[in-house]
């Protein structure tokens, strides 16, 4: 074992990389423009029909599918088409929505639905399409894609599942998921009835210095996942994946390193101790890289872990205000990074909501855009959602309502809309198509394949209520989320 790091680090080795799908180029013809009012969905039976699976005689291959939080490694893979041109509700689940109590403020909150950041998983299986997602009943669910059916009993949690769930990029039958109970579980979906085989508690790792939610997603590469935690910690995890003789998956996972995502430095600059890490881990060669709600973005060389060696930080920079939105990392390595504007600090001022990093520059910001206005509801402004990269534009949803098309070389701003917020869905662009949901629940698409205008929208449809989930877009088929308590696919009409 490695011995602890300073300021508190559990021991070991692990490491990570790209193994997702690259995201497609394809452009396919703007289709009619429609608008729809909300939609009236057909509910899906809760009927559950288990998979038959026949137990693996050799390593298995990978997965094909939107496998986490952005699809790869760098989060910026959003699916595969066709969009839908002429959209419509195929299929919604549950029949009733999925709600539950949580507790804010001392005070007990009604939650429905999905929320932030909600991505269901997507991916082939036994000749199947699965959904895979959690949601604010604290369950997590698996569905067919084709009829929204479940395909195996939810499994039940002990708190909200906020996050995007992970699966196993190697094939084995594995869903790794965290929820507000405390836990961050690997789960077994080879059986009929789906089974935690381990969970990691948050307060496995210590000093703990926020709470003990986990909302981000874990990358899963050459045998560890690597998640950062509301415990202010990022982990590193050996997942020792094999077979049982009874054909069925096994594992025996160690917690191997974990570090804290904050120094004394961001602690005295903060004055508070809200650091936790809520946005997903990104990956670039062998850096991973991850912003906290202090506003800390940094990155770890984890490329000496398969050897031993423990890793180390090799990138700082503060942005000065909460950062939950995860980093996005584009094909030259250049980071995007957006923040909120909470604690309205001199730094984050300067340096504005939306940047980019160029991580090898002594002064990484190559640029800067400021979101500063604050909405008079909640007196907040910046940005909860994750960027979008599509092309030579960096696409960016704010609290208040406004989507913007930036240059992605310059910063400057090509184009900007406005629709109700707040707007916490990431941004998804699918085939030259831009999919953005509402808090009015109207998810809208608007054609993206010349990036020099402003880009016309193509249609809108009513999901019933206020979309925070980032959509999941496979194979002709748009999933996702609303605050209303279902999921929905929408498909070709």
Not at 29 to 57: D, L
Not at 81 to 108: F, I
Not at 427 to 432: A, K, L, R, S, Y
Not at 440 to 453: C, I, K, P, R
């Amino acid at each position: 074992m490695f011995a602890a790091l300073v300021g508190a680090a559990a021991c070991q080795a692990g490491v990570a990389g790209d193994v997702a799908m690259p995201a497609t180029t394809t452009s396919s013809s703007p289709g009619p423009s429609t608008t729809e009012g909300p939609a009236t969905p057909t509910s899906s039976s809760p009927t559950t029909t288990p998979p038959t699976t026949t137990p693996p005689t050799t390593v298995p291959a990978a997965v094909r599918g939107l496998l986490t939080f952005r699809g790869n490694a760098t989060r910026s893979y959003y699916g595969t088409g066709p969009v839908p041109s002429s959209p419509r509700v195929q299929w919604s689940y549950p029949d009733e929505p999925m709600c539950s109590e949580t507790e804010e403020a001392g005070l007990p909150v009604r939650w429905c639905g999905t929320g932030w950041t909600g991505q269901p998983a997507v991916f082939e299986r036994d000749g199947r399409t699965w959904v895979v997602f959690g949601a604010y009943d604290g369950a997590v669910h698996f569905l067919d894609a084709s009829s929204g059916r479940p395909l195996l009993p939810s499994l039940q949690t002990g708190g909200l599942v906020k996050g995007s769930v992970t699966v196993d990029p190697d094939g084995y039958p594995l869903v790794y998921v965290g929820s507000r109970d405390n836990n961050f579980r690997v789960i077994a979906i080879d059986r009929p009835v789906p089974t935690e085989l381990w969970s990691l508690p948050a307060s496995a790792v210590s000093p703990v210095l926020w709470n003990d939610d986990w909302d981000g997603a874990a990358l899963v590469v050459d045998g560890h996942l690597l998640v950062g935690g509301e415990n202010s910690h990022w982990h590193a995890v050996r997942l020792d994946r094999s077979y049982g003789p009874d054909g069925l998956v096994r594992a025996a996972p160690e917690l191997v390193f974990s570090a804290p995502g904050w120094d004394s430095e961001l602690l005295e600059a903060l004055g508070d101790y809200n650091v936790s890490i809520e946005g997903s881990v990104a990956l670039w060669e062998r850096t991973l890289y991850f912003a906290n709600s202090g506003g800390l973005v940094q990155g770890w060389d984890i490329s000496g872990l398969a050897a031993g060696r423990a890793p180390e930080r090799t990138f700082r920079f503060w942005t000065g205000d909460d950062t939950d939105a995860t980093v996005v990392i584009d094909p030259e390595g250049m980071l995007y990074v957006a923040s909120q504007w909470e604690r309205r600090t001199e730094r984050g001022r300067q340096v504005g909501q939306v940047m980019k990093l160029d991580p090898r520059r002594a002064d990484p910001l190559v640029w800067s855009f400021a979101d500063q206005e604050v909405v008079a509801r909640d007196g907040l402004a910046g940005v909860w959602a994750t960027p979008a990269l599509h092309r030579d534009l960096v696409i960016v949803a704010t609290h208040g309502g406004r989507l913007v098309g930036l240059d992605r070389a310059t910063g400057a701003v090509r184009w900007a809309k406005s629709l109700p917020g707040p707007l916490w869905q990431s941004p998804v662009v699918v085939d030259g198509v831009l999919l953005q949901g509402d808090c009015f629940g109207l998810l809208h698409a608007y054609d993206v394949s010349s990036t020099a205008v402003d880009p016309p929208e193509l249609w809108s449809i009513g999901l019933g209520g206020c979309i925070e989930s980032t959509p999941a877009v496979w194979g002709g088929q748009v999933i996702v989320g609303t605050r209303a308590g279902l999921v929905l696919a929408v498909a070709q009409r």
